[in-house]
């Protein structure tokens, strides 16, 4: 106990509203939040908390939100370096013709150390404090978020053709068992097992997908149901679409992470409800390839969980996961016809909450609760851009950018303070991510 029996603790953050996610919709005025050992000790008035504890460190933001940190539910972070380097094109031309021969020009392990280091610092800007990663070499991934005490969950990848990573069956497994191995027991970083695509894995390899994840009891993350043409080859191939013939593989479960799911039907949803199924919704790199739209209200109404994710920058542009949540609540209304549908505490809901749940770390982060680790971000909503502040919510969803975001903090570390990197040199990255510019323009010229 410290002076006058107050209690010590690490920091103690006050804002001027609180928006903890659980309990839904909520938001508390003039409140704080105390951080222990990285994680929240207690949340209330902060008058309340003022006389309670004795604080280390005391951060004031009166005229700011403090949220849970915002979980990038699908992203490929290597893929930073390759922003903007083939637009306006549909998914296919996309990858075969551009994306894929690039990549395999440059793609190692320098390329995937200094595209994860810029996302890092682009997602921390913007408020993310969580990433579900699907690249190759995991390993440097992983090391690398570490490095910079970023939660990831790192894709372990699968795919039937030889690339940079592994060439054989074998090798793609034995690779992905020795990196789990390795990030089993780590607080930050974690693994799922990441097979590619239905169109990109053979029944043989999703097989030894489900037996991998059954055995280390980790996540499935993988693309499903993107496209319309996905569909179609899917039935000329396997005369069932991709879902179906991922059930009969034993894919379909509360293991499984499906991303986009543009392509559904009321079975389909109801399926992915009863075997918990868990999706995550990239609004924006969906509408920029035109890959469709995902039903997000007939999931939430069936029950289904769903995150956000930006994709990578190479079809994005961006990782910013607060444009990323206005948008999924527009383009739902839009969908559905409603312009109920995915209001604004449901969307940043989806945008935290539904993402840490979506990943397994939902009893982890994802809400500003006691005992939760203490990923939080505050937003300033004194900017003139955000004048009249009549519902915080609403403000934070439909009317903020994500150069308000001033601080962040993963697991009770701060990563952000007042909007400059804490542990990262920006000019650094800026000159790192120039020079690999210059390399790939060669490439592409040569």
């Given at each position: 106990m410290?002076?006058?029996?107050?209690?010590?603790?690490?920091?103690?953050?006050?804002?001027?509203?609180?928006?903890?996610?659980?309990?839904?919709?909520?938001?508390?005025?003039?409140?704080?939040?105390?951080?222990?050992?990285?994680?929240?000790?207690?949340?209330?008035?902060?008058?309340?908390?003022?006389?309670?504890?004795?604080?280390?460190?005391?951060?004031?933001?009166?005229?700011?939100?403090?949220?849970?940190?915002?979980?990038?539910?699908?992203?490929?972070?290597?893929?930073?370096?390759?922003?903007?380097?083939?637009?306006?094109?549909?998914?296919?031309?996309?990858?075969?013709?551009?994306?894929?021969?690039?990549?395999?020009?440059?793609?190692?392990?320098?390329?995937?150390?200094?595209?994860?280091?810029?996302?890092?610092?682009?997602?921390?800007?913007?408020?993310?404090?969580?990433?579900?990663?699907?690249?190759?070499?995991?390993?440097?991934?992983?090391?690398?978020?570490?490095?910079?005490?970023?939660?990831?969950?790192?894709?372990?990848?699968?795919?039937?053709?030889?690339?940079?990573?592994?060439?054989?069956s074998d090798e793609y497994f034995g690779k992905a068992a020795d990196v789990h191995a390795a990030w089993r027991d780590d607080a930050l970083v974690g693994t799922a097992i990441a097979p590619h695509a239905p169109y990109t894995v053979n029944d043989?390899?999703?097989?030894?997908?489900?037996?991998?994840?059954?055995e280390r009891d980790?996540?499935?993350?993988?693309?499903?149901?993107?496209?319309?043409?996905?569909?179609?080859?899917?039935?000329?191939?396997?005369?069932?679409?991709?879902?179906?013939?991922?059930?009969?593989?034993?894919?379909?479960?509360?293991?499984?992470?499906?991303?986009?799911?543009?392509?559904?039907?009321?079975?389909?949803i109801a399926l992915c409800a009863e075997r918990g199924v868990c999706v995550a919704h990239c609004p924006e790199s969906n509408l920029k390839l035109a890959s469709g739209f995902c039903p997000v209200c007939k999931l939430q109404h069936a029950g289904v969980t769903f995150g956000l994710g930006t994709d990578g920058c190479a079809s994005n542009n961006d990782l910013d996961m607060i444009g990323e949540t206005r948008t999924a609540a527009l383009l739902a209304k839009a969908v559905a016809d409603d312009a109920s549908a995915l209001d604004a505490a449901s969307a940043l809901r989806a945008a935290t909450l539904g993402g840490a749940i979506t990943l397994g770390l939902g009893a982890q982060i994802g809400s500003i609760r006691v005992g939760k680790q203490a990923d939080l971000v505050c937003i300033d909503l004194d900017d003139l851009e955000s004048q009249p502040l009549f519902h915080v919510i609403s403000?934070?969803?439909?009317?903020?950018?994500?150069?308000?975001?001033?601080?962040?903090?993963?697991?009770?570390?701060?990563?952000?303070?007042?909007?400059?990197?804490?542990?990262?040199?920006r000019d650094a990255l800026r000159a790192n991510a120039r020079q690999w510019r210059d390399r790939i323009r060669t490439i592409r010229t040569a």
């Open positions: 410290g002076e006058a029996g107050k209690q010590h603790c690490d920091v103690l953050i006050e804002a001027g509203w609180v928006v903890p996610v659980e309990p839904h919709g909520e938001v508390w005025e003039d409140h704080a939040v105390a951080i222990v050992d990285g994680r929240i000790v207690a949340v209330g008035p902060r008058t309340q908390l003022r006389e309670r504890f004795e604080p280390r460190e005391v951060v004031s933001r009166p005229n700011a939100a403090l949220i849970p940190g915002l979980v990038n539910s699908h992203t490929h972070n290597p893929m930073t370096l390759l922003r903007g380097i083939a637009d306006d094109l549909p998914l296919m031309e996309w990858l075969q013709g551009h994306i894929w021969p690039v990549e395999s020009a440059v793609i190692g392990p320098d390329f995937v150390r200094d595209g994860v280091s810029l996302a890092i610092a682009e997602m921390l800007r913007g408020g993310t404090t969580c990433a579900n990663e699907n690249y190759f070499f995991p390993d440097v991934q992983a090391e690398t978020y570490k490095r910079y005490g970023f939660r990831a969950l790192v894709g372990l990848p699968v795919i039937d053709f030889p690339t940079a990573w592994a060439k054989t043989a390899n999703f097989h030894r997908v489900r037996d991998f994840a059954n980790v996540r499935i993350h993988l693309h499903t149901h993107e496209t319309a043409q996905e569909i179609r080859e899917s039935i000329a191939q396997f005369g069932v679409r991709p879902l179906a013939r991922l059930d009969a593989l034993g894919i379909v479960s509360d293991r499984l992470i499906a991303v986009h799911m543009t392509q559904l039907t009321d079975a389909e403000q934070l969803v439909y009317a903020t950018g994500r150069h308000q975001v001033t601080d962040v903090w993963i697991a009770g570390r701060r990563k952000l303070r007042d909007r400059q990197l804490v542990d990262m040199d």
